[in-house]
C-alpha cells in the first residue's frame, strides 16, 4: 500500500507533469487500486456538509491544460455496486453523483453554481479528474471519493472560506476513514 497525503493543484504554480507524478508513480510501484478523494463544493441540493460522495462521473473543464485521452467514469457500475453495499451494510449513507472540476482558485459565483446545477453536477472542486483519468489510462482501477466541503447556492448570502472546508473535512473523518478500510478490505472485488 503506498499512501500520499496532500495533493498539488494547477492553480498553485504546478505544471501538469508535476500534479500528476503521485499517480504515476504509484503506477510505477504497480499498484492496482488507486483511491483518490477531495473536498468539494456540494452543488446538488440533497448533499450536506461532510456527505462523502462517490464519484460515478465526471466534467473535465480543465481539459485545456491537461490534454488527456479519453477516458470514461471513476468506476464501472459493477464496482459501484460494490461500494454501495459496503457503505449500505456499514451506514455510511453515502452519496453517488457527477464531479466537475475547474481549475481554481477561486470559489463559484452564483452565475456558475446556476449553470452547473442545470448541468447536472453533483459537486465541484480544483483538482480529482486528471488523477482519474491518468490513472484509469494507466490501468489502474480508480475511486473518487468527494467530501462535501461546503454547500453551494446561487441564492446563498455568505460566502464560502477555508475554514469551513476544514472543519467539514474534520467531521467526516471517522466515517471517511471507515470507508478506506473497508474498500482497502475488499480491494480484492475492485481489481
Known sequence: MILFSGRRHFYEGYTPDEILYFVRMAHVQKAELLIISNAAGGVNPSLKVSDLMVIT????????????????????????????????????????????????????????????????????????VPEIITGNNLGMKVIGISCISNLL?????????????????????????KLIELILNNSKRFV
Open 57 to 128: 462521473s465526471f466534467v473535465n473543464f480543465i481539459k485545456s491544460v491537461f490534454p488527456f485521452k479519453r477516458s470514461n467514469c471513476a468506476l464501472n457500475r459493477e464496482k459501484l455496486d460494490v461500494i454501495k453495499e459496503l457503505g449500505l451494510k456499514n451506514f455510511l449513507n453515502l452519496k453517488f453523483g457527477t464531479y466537475c472540476s475547474n481549475s481554481g482558485p477561486n470559489y463559484e459565483t452564483r452565475s456558475e453554481i446556476r449553470f452547473l446545477l442545470n448541468a447536472g453536477i453533483d459537486a465541484i472542486g480544483m483538482s480529482t
Open 153 to 177: 447556492s446561487e441564492n446563498a448570502e455568505f460566502e464560502t472560506n477555508h475554514e469551513e472546508v476544514v472543519e467539514a473535512g474534520n467531521a467526516s473523518y471517522n466515517k471517511f476513514s
